[in-house]
T-cell receptor, first 113, second 112 residues
Framework: NAGVTQTPKFRILKIGQSMTLQCTQD?????MYWYRQDPGMGLKLIYY???????DKGEVPNGYNVSRSTTEDFPLRLELAAPSQTSVYFC????????????FGPGTRLTVT | KQEVTQIPAALSVPEGENLVLNCSFT??????LQWFRQDPGKGLTSLLL?????REQTSGRLNASLDKSSGRSTLYIAASQPGDSATYLC???????????FGKGTKLTVNP
């Protein structure tokens, strides 16, 4: 199993541009999550999904959108990028939050200038 | 609102020392608590998961304890090695939620 994979690894965006961060898991997990991590800070939840077709907002959803059309994929869309979205983005998955471990991807380092 | 605090923010120890990392949380209504390791520029690796009904979990040289009533967890690392150098993050799954709330982490350096 590859686990959780994310693409791209690095990206530089200009203010106002848009992009999609890709996340795929091959563990047949129902639950998937997007976090951002800023320097010296813990992770903050952006969006999460408890199954295909179901998504919900986390702590910091503004400026982002998600979709979950399949169990495997959970892309994160940034519209009109702003410097405040400069961060490292992590995708994670789990069988269940209530009893299961979360498995993380390697992250995407995004810079908006 | 659940808040998770990790003290100290950074810790430097000589190789071979036993050490304890601390995690505290403000709301004791949790489903579970998870300890993660993060190496520089990398993702998070799950170390131990403790369910709310459990008091501790062990994996090799690592032992994590949970005292839900006092809102505390500790991660004990025995006979530390330079390869243990990393940032250790604690996260709680809040009751009635599908979400993890993370602390800011403790950066551990083990000196040879």
């Amino acid at each position: 199993n590859a686990g959780v994979t994310q693409t791209p690894k690095f990206r530089i965006l200009k203010i106002g541009q848009s992009m999609t961060l890709q996340c795929t898991q091959d563990m047949n997990h129902n639950y998937m999550y997007w976090y951002r991590q800023d320097p010296g800070m813990g992770l903050k939840l952006i969006y999460y999904s408890v199954g295909a077709g179901i998504t919900d907002k986390g702590e910091v959803p503004n400026g982002y959108n998600v979709s979950r059309s399949t169990t495997e994929d959970f892309p994160l869309r940034l519209e009109l990028a702003a410097p405040s979205q400069t961060s490292v983005y992590f995708c994670a998955s789990s069988y269940s939050t209530l009893s299961g471990e979360q498995y993380f991807g390697p992250g995407t380092r995004l810079t908006v200038t | 609102k659940q808040e998770v605090t990790q003290i100290p923010a950074a810790l430097s120890v000589p190789e071979g020392e036993n050490l304890v990392l601390n995690c505290s949380f403000t709301d004791s209504a949790i489903y579970n608590l998870q300890w993660f390791r993060q190496d520089p520029g990398k993702g998070l690796t799950s170390l131990l998961l403790i369910q709310s009904s459990q008091r501790e979990q062990t994996s090799g040289r690592l032992n994590a304890s949970l005292d839900k009533s006092s809102g505390r967890s500790t991660l004990y690392i025995a006979a530390s090695q330079p390869g243990d150098s990393a940032t250790y993050l604690c996260a709680v799954c809040q009751g009635g939620s599908e979400k993890l709330v993370f602390g800011k982490g403790t950066k551990l350096t083990v000196n040879p």
